[in-house]
């Protein structure tokens, strides 16, 4: 079973920041957070990953909570290609651990 | 980065029949794993495929359904047996490689 939770949909409007949040109240000390995403009819593309500390690049930022429990993934100026099904996923960071996706947060952003 | 090649990006298969998905990673890797997404849902763990030995299969996929082949450290096959209609679903083959997840585009697969 997937180890997050995340609300099924979200909109943004364009031009606005979409903050998309995710439970991960059982994370082991040793497991990272990472967020993908998920274009229609494409597959998932990595968007960022982290494990205690705010973490940023080109296409997102990520604020992880203190207490590693929730996280949650900022994209500052949403366009309308950002509409997509966003995942929130939790793993140690090894080659053999699974992927396990849950639901994941759909985000349409209207224009 | 990884790039990563799936082969047939889609195809229309007939019932009873069964098709193999053809994987090809740019890069060596230990693990390959197999993936379905059924229409409007989120991506299924199907198996784990290590270059070498037996693939390990997820709760509710056998081996002699989703048959599959690990030769080398870049390339892996799944095969769909005896289809049915309810095996119509994208199905993506995905490596980890540097701290990252990568995923092929996927191959649609319709069976009638």
């Known amino acids: 079973d997937a180890k997050t939770t995340q609300p099924p949909s979200m909109d943004c409007a364009e031009g606005r920041a979409a903050n998309l949040p995710c439970n991960h109240s059982?994370?082991?000390?040793?497991?990272?957070v990472y967020w993908y995403r998920q274009i229609h009819s494409q597959g998932p593309q990595y968007i960022i990953h982290?494990?205690?500390n705010n973490e940023t690049n080109e296409m997102a930022s990520l604020i992880i909570t203190e207490d590693r429990k929730s996280s949650t993934l900022i994209l500052p100026h949403a366009t309308l290609r950002d509409t997509a099904v966003y995942y929130c996923?939790?793993?140690?960071?090894?080659?053999?651990?699974?992927?396990?996706f849950g639901p994941g947060t759909s985000l349409s952003v209207i224009p | 980065s990884a790039v990563i090649s799936q082969k047939p990006s889609r195809d229309i298969c007939q019932r009873g029949t069964s098709l193999t998905i053809q994987c090809q990673v740019d890069?060596?890797?230990?693990?390959m794993f197999w993936y379905r997404q059924q229409p409007g849902q989120s991506l299924t763990l199907i198996a784990t495929?290590?270059?070498?030995?037996?693939?390990?299969?997820e709760s509710g996929f056998v081996i002699d359904k989703f048959p599959i082949s690990r030769p080398n450290l870049t390339f892996s096959t799944l095969t769909v047996s005896n289809m049915s209609p309810e095996d119509s679903s994208i199905y993506l083959c995905?490596?980890?490689?540097?701290?990252?997840?990568?995923f092929g585009q996927g191959t649609r697969l319709t069976v009638v």
């Open positions: 995905s490596v980890y490689l540097d701290g990252q997840a990568f």
């Open positions: 495929a290590n270059q070498g030995s037996e693939a390990t299969y």
């Open positions: 996923i939790v793993r140690a960071k090894t080659s053999y651990d699974k992927v396990i």
């Open positions: 982290g494990l205690k």
């Open positions: 059982t994370i082991s000390g040793n497991e990272y």
């Open positions: 890069s060596q890797v230990t693990m």
